[in-house]
């Protein structure tokens, strides 16, 4: 159990945890209404990300609930079903256990939506049932398969395999849900299956970056113009996990793209001429891919590989010069090892770690398009206690830092050893035309946490802990 400073921080720490965990579920407890709204933004940020989180809030006796008392943590006496509610468009389930005959089949039932959907759920427990006698549960796997639906990956694999052995250029892009349904090794054996080039958006690094098929990040306008190019000029996009929002898709109109993409979802597929072939089970339908007749396109795969956005050097020069964001970078890279984690913040974050090349093992966390900042700090606390043999870093400025910087008290509480890179831009960019620099050393100095100030390179390198 941990015990964090407040149910938002809570929320973003299970999202954390959902990602980093080998279970890739998490679970949340939270008081009625109070926890459950201040949670609700963090669970609709796990929600965008297709993360598998329970939060499970307790709630006044049943008797309570369907009188007219008036009740503390509610609005208004009549009014007691407000987070019940307010859960419903950001779950796939938000339900009530009413009595206690029924209280396995309702939390069952919500559990396997979690899984299947691959979507956050909502539970209250009343206090008067919680510990009641209930029913002997019948066995979960029977359950699962009798909420199985039967999918549609024959019709898929055929349509897939048809306009991509018709295709000439094809690529392959990745999404950051793609970690949702397949794993690294399944990506790698489809990639290989496929031989085009494969670009990864900049939330969705699921490809190791020394492999040869590997073409840098897409993030058209923003980066890689090499490989946006190619991307532009393909004639096939076979786009897993992939998000078409606004801040991945700077300088192109998805709409216009219909012609060419076949997107793969994690229970649908969409085809060209807006056709959808739903439900899919995504990694049946991979691992068919990968077994079947389906051309190896590696003639669309170019002779060199497109530089890396930054050219950072992995050698960091111990020099008095000052420190800089390529210099501190090449640091970032520079520790960054098989077993870690880098967690990134909104912000000018992003942009800085799509420039750092990431070893192989490593994965990149980070909240695309829901964006809300200072979701990192308590995310990074949920990877690391996810991730106990591994070091999680986080790349954070001060602006999202300010929102979630007391959940540094938790960390150094239950002695956890992430590293935090905070950019400190001496105040939140979007308010800094009426506010004041705060000193942010001091602030963490509350929490006796081991930190320091670096404005060199020599001492940059003389702060990070091996």
Same mark, same amino acid.
């Given at each position: 159990m941990v015990e964090c400073c407040n149910e938002l921080n809570t929320g973003y720490a299970a999202d954390g945890y959902a990602r980093a965990s080998e279970c890739k579920t998490a679970v949340a407890v939270i008081p009625y209404i109070v926890g459950g709204l201040s949670i609700l933004n963090a669970i609709s940020g796990a929600c965008s990300e297709r993360l598998k989180v329970i939060v499970i809030s307790g709630c006044p006796p049943t008797s309570v609930l369907t009188s007219s008392k008036p009740t503390h943590h509610t609005p208004s006496p009549t009014n007691k079903d407000v987070a019940l509610h307010a859960f419903q468009g950001v779950t796939a389930a938000s339900v009530r256990v009413n009595t206690a005959e029924s209280a396995t089949d309702v939390i069952d039932n919500a559990i396997i939506k979690c899984i299947q959907q691959s979507l956050p759920v909502y539970i209250e427990l009343p206090n008067d049932i919680a510990g009641a006698p209930c029913p002997f549960p019948i066995p979960f796997t029977r359950k699962v398969e009798?909420?199985? %639906?039967?999918?549609?990956?024959?019709e898929a694999l055929e349509a897939v395999t048809d306009l991509w052995n018709s295709s000439h250029r094809p690529v392959l892009l990745l999404g950051s849900q793609a970690r949702v349904s397949l794993p690294r090794d399944i990506v790698q054996r489809l990639s290989e299956k496929l031989g085009c080039p494969v670009l990864c958006q900049p939330d969705g690094r699921w490809l190791s $970056?020394?492999?040869?098929?590997?073409?840098? #990040?897409?993030?058209?306008?923003?980066?890689?113009?090499?490989?946006?190019? &190619?991307?532009?000029?393909?004639?096939?996009?076979?786009?897993?996990?992939?998000?078409?929002?606004?801040?991945? #898709?700077?300088?192109?109109?998805?709409? $216009?793209?219909?012609?060419?993409?076949?997107?793969?979802?994690?229970?649908?597929?969409?085809?060209? $001429? *807006?056709?959808?072939i739903s439900p899919v089970n995504l990694r049946e339908l991979v691992s068919a891919m990968i077994d079947s007749n389906i051309i190896r396109r590696s003639e669309s795969l170019p002779s060199s590989k497109p530089s890396h956005p930054a050219g950072i050097q992995t050698e960091i020069k111990t020099s008095d010069d000052?420190? #800089?964001?390529?210099?501190?970078?090449?640091?970032?890279?520079?520790? !960054?090892?098989?077993?870690?984690?880098?967690?990134?913040?909104?912000?000018?974050?992003?942009?800085?770690?799509?420039?750092? $090349?990431?070893? *192989?093992?490593? *994965?990149?966390?980070?909240?695309?398009?829901? /964006?809300? +900042?200072?979701?990192?700090?308590?995310?990074? @606390?949920?990877? %690391?206690? /996810?991730?106990?043999?591994?070091?999680?870093? !986080?790349?954070?400025?001060?602006? /999202?830092?300010?929102? #979630?910087?007391?959940? +540094?008290?938790?960390?150094?509480?239950?002695?956890?050893?992430?590293? +935090?890179? &905070?950019?400190?831009?001496?105040?939140?960019?979007?308010?800094?035309?009426? =506010?004041?620099?705060?000193?942010? &050393?001091? @602030? =963490?100095? +509350?929490?006796?946490?081991?930190?320091?100030? /670096?404005? =060199?390179?020599?001492?940059?390198?003389?702060?990070?802990?091996?």
């Open positions: 009798e909420a199985t %639906q039967l999918n549609r990956n024959g $970056e020394s492999h040869p098929q590997y073409w840098c #990040t897409f993030w058209p306008g923003l980066l890689n113009p090499e490989g946006e190019k &190619l991307v532009l000029d393909s004639d096939l996009w076979l786009a897993i996990g992939v998000s078409w929002s606004d801040l991945h #898709t700077h300088s192109i109109d998805p709409k $216009e793209e219909n012609h060419r993409l076949i997107a793969l979802q994690h229970d649908g597929v969409e085809l060209p $001429e *807006d056709k959808v000052a420190l #800089t964001v390529r210099s501190l970078l090449s640091g970032v890279q520079a520790m !960054l090892q098989e077993n870690s984690k880098l967690v990134v913040d909104t912000g000018d974050t992003w942009f800085a770690a799509s420039h750092v $090349e990431l070893p *192989d093992g490593v *994965d990149i966390y980070m909240q695309l398009p829901y /964006a809300s +900042i200072g979701w990192s700090v308590p995310a990074t @606390l949920g990877a %690391q206690v /996810a991730h106990p043999h591994g070091r999680v870093v !986080l790349m954070v400025g001060d602006g /999202a830092f300010q929102m #979630t910087a007391q959940e +540094i008290s938790t960390m150094v509480r239950m002695k956890l050893n992430p590293i +935090i890179f &905070l950019f400190n831009n001496l105040g939140y960019k979007t308010e800094v035309s009426y =506010t004041f620099p705060v000193d942010l &050393l001091q @602030l =963490t100095g +509350i929490y006796r946490p081991q930190c320091t100030k /670096a404005h =060199t390179i020599i001492s940059l390198i003389g702060t990070i802990p091996s």
